[in-house]
């Protein structure tokens, strides 16, 4: 890494290009016999967007325009790649994270840090990394095992993921494809821009919040694409999970008491959430889930394990059926139909290269690219030595640039964010990443107004987040949510599905945020559009073309902060993954204009960020809004063996491998 100019004031700023380049328009919708071949992998020598409708066409379908699919056709080798907007929190003062998971840990634990020769699972829960791995020894690669265990999370951690919400997943294979899958869940159709102008609660909960869930049919695409095992086969563990019950852990306990009242004034649709004694359910009680379990086995196919019958339900069939009822019944407006018309975007992966490693991640409206482009940024900087003086200082100088440039995007069937595609893909040239390096000091910090911010948007809570890579080097990283914590606090009792809140991720005009910024023309609710998501789900494979770091997280707008953190950690200064994963978090979002940093980050980095004119905001575990949680993967280039490292400091997750 090269060192840099100290000038301040004289600097230009990194110019914004804003014109609309010609876009072509180009639908993809193959059909089922020739999208996907024998094995599940894609047909074709082209990799472009896809709709991957797994389906006949269903009744009312309409097609939707993808106005930015020639462009990133056209564009891929010049633009080098796009960046995604992250969902960026600011809020009136101090962002709260909590310790959600257990006591203080035993640090040197030897079950915190799994070491495995055939493949690893980093999971939120530790029967779900071991469902995983239980999915991996009986023939399935790591797409399986990563279907199998955000079942299981879904099951168990129902208050952030589950067949009621959406996602991304970046999928690498040893033979070197890489796809995301994004499905994000979308806006119904009768939705529209001013629909929470009176009451914007309305957005985070109840009927109105709800977006059309994706997961089940992301999960069926990339099983089609990639999968080895049985589609019934990934769903069994979760579905007798449900029906012969699971034992409550303390993150569960801890995220059902923040709802405490909620629950007891709302009884009768949380049935499985309390003891026959009428209590909320505690620590290594036991739960089922009987309603869930129909609609898991539903899902898989009814035994038949026909992925086209599990999928078809959901979104043609008695599951959408009985999920409109239920999402109409408390004021939604989404109908069969918006099921009907729902689809996973299949795409190319966008990647840079970092210190001669190739980095993958999910495009727009993923965040993953933000983070590309904070280690674009990185590269070029004197941040080697982690006891530098500076390292931190320009550690938190990259979020502050991260954060700024992820306030220009949005999801791309926008026509509005298409026409902004120029200056999207700049942001994620080398030669922009070197005009950025121009632009920070080592000597001092500034104003967010330096960072050329567009917009606020807001932070989801309720995400999970894993990791896994297999015995032949096939890698997943996997990110989903239901948005905020238990989604739009609406649970089917019929399905037994909890439904997302994911339209809280749109912006609202009118509602701008404590520093007056005003909210994202980028980010406007229109129907079928997709949210902004803050999730970066991300591969790293070294120079021989062998996945090596499987890292993501939940957390909100903290999530891009700290993969980019990690990556820092384990790549530049390296840090064990034990220590990367556990190791106090420091985050800067740029708004507010406040380091925040985790209980034990050393008093000299805290001291020498403070002399640069950074504001420190310390906090006690339990509080720090640096604390995303994060589960990582790591294979060693050298001898082979893998690595797993689950965040149960945050979260009371654990890795596991054979």
Not at 119 to 136: E, K
Not at 249 to 278: H, M, R, V
Not at 432 to 454: D, G, L, Q
Request: proline residues 5%; aromatic residues 8%.
């Amino acid at each position: 890494m090269t060192e840099v100019s100290s000038s301040e004031a004289s600097r230009p700023k990194p110019p914004r290009i804003r014109f609309s380049p010609a876009i072509s328009s180009r639908e993809i919708s193959p059909d089922r016999s020739s999208y996907f071949n024998g094995h599940g992998s894609s047909s074709g020598s082209e990799s472009d967007d896809v709709k991957a409708s797994l389906l006949p066409k269903p009744v009312g379908w309409a097609t939707r325009r993808r106005n930015y699919r020639g462009w990133w056709r056209d564009n891929w080798g010049n633009a080098v790649l796009i960046t995604a907007l992250v969902v960026l929190s600011v809020g009136f003062g101090t962002i709260v994270w909590e310790n959600e998971g257990g006591s203080e840990p035993v640090i040197d634990d030897p079950e915190l840090l799994v070491t495995a020769r055939h493949g690893v699972v980093s999971s939120d829960v530790d029967v779900c990394s071991q469902i995983g791995v239980d999915t991996m020894k009986k023939g399935g690669n790591a797409v399986d095992a990563a279907i199998a265990t955000a079942a299981c999370i879904g099951t168990i951690n129902m208050f952030a993921s589950g067949v009621g919400g959406g996602g991304f997943m970046v999928v690498r294979m040893a033979d070197g494809t890489s796809k995301s899958f994004n499905f994000r869940e979308a806006a119904p159709a009768k939705a529209s821009r001013d629909m929470y102008n009176e009451n914007a609660l309305l957005a985070q909960v109840g009927g109105l919040a709800v977006a059309v869930p994706g997961e089940v049919h992301g999960f069926a695409a990339a099983h089609q694409m990639f999968g080895a095992l049985p589609w019934k086969d990934v769903w069994e563990p979760s579905i007798n999970l449900n029906t012969e019950g699971f034992q409550v852990t303390p993150t569960l306990q801890s995220i059902i008491l923040k709802e405490e009242q909620f629950f007891y004034d709302n009884k009768k649709d949380w049935p499985f959430l309390f003891s026959e004694a009428g209590s909320l359910v505690v620590t290594s009680d036991v739960v089922k889930r009987p309603e869930y379990a129909a609609t898991l086995s539903t899902i898989a196919g009814n035994g038949t394990g026909d992925v086209y019958h599990g999928v078809h339900e959901f979104y043609n069939g008695s599951l959408a059926s009985q999920l409109t009822q239920a999402i109409q019944a408390a004021n939604g407006i989404v109908t069969e139909s918006d099921f009907s018309k729902y689809y996973t975007v299949v795409s190319d992966t966008v990647n840079t290269t970092f210190l001669g490693n190739e980095v993958f991640t999910c495009p727009p409206p993923c965040s993953g690219p933000v983070m590309l482009e904070g280690l674009n940024i990185a590269e070029g900087l004197p941040m080697s030595d982690p006891k530098a003086p500076n390292s931190h200082h320009y550690l938190i100088e990259v979020m502050k640039w991260l954060s700024a440039g992820r306030t220009e995007l949005g999801d791309p069937f926008d026509s509005i964010v298409s026409d902004n595609a120029v200056r999207i893909a700049e942001l994620n040239t080398k030669e922009y990443a070197e005009s950025v390096r121009a632009n920070i000091s080592s000597e001092r910090t500034y104003s967010w107004e330096h960072y050329n911010p567009a917009y606020e948007p807001n932070d989801p809570k309720g995400t999970s987040h894993l990791s896994v890579i297999d015995k032949d080097g096939n890698a997943v990283a996997l990110t989903t949510t239901v948005n905020l914590y238990w989604g739009a606090k609406l649970h089917d009792l019929v399905t037994g599905v909890v439904l997302n809140s994911e339209m809280d991720d749109f912006s609202i005009p009118g509602r701008s945020n404590a520093y007056h910024l005003e909210p994202s023309v980028y980010n406007y609710i229109q129907p079928f559009k997709r949210p902004l998501s803050s999730t970066a789900p991300t591969i790293i494979v070294d120079e021989n073309g062998h996945a090596m770091m499987v890292i993501g997280a939940s957390g909100g707008s903290r999530i891009v902060t700290g993969v980019f953190e990690a990556i820092i950690k384990k790549v530049v200064w390296g840090y064990s993954l034990l220590d990367t994963i556990r190791s106090p978090r420091l985050h800067h979002q740029l708004i507010p204009e406040v380091v925040y940093c985790e209980e034990a980050v050393e008093d000299r980095i805290l001291v020498e960020l403070e002399s640069k004119g950074h504001v420190v905001s310390r906090k006690r575990r339990g509080e720090a809004a640096g604390g995303s949680v994060m589960q990582g993967a790591w294979r060693d280039p050298e001898t082979g063996m893998m690595e797993g490292v689950a965040d149960w400091w945050r979260k009371g997750g654990k890795a596991r491998g054979y």
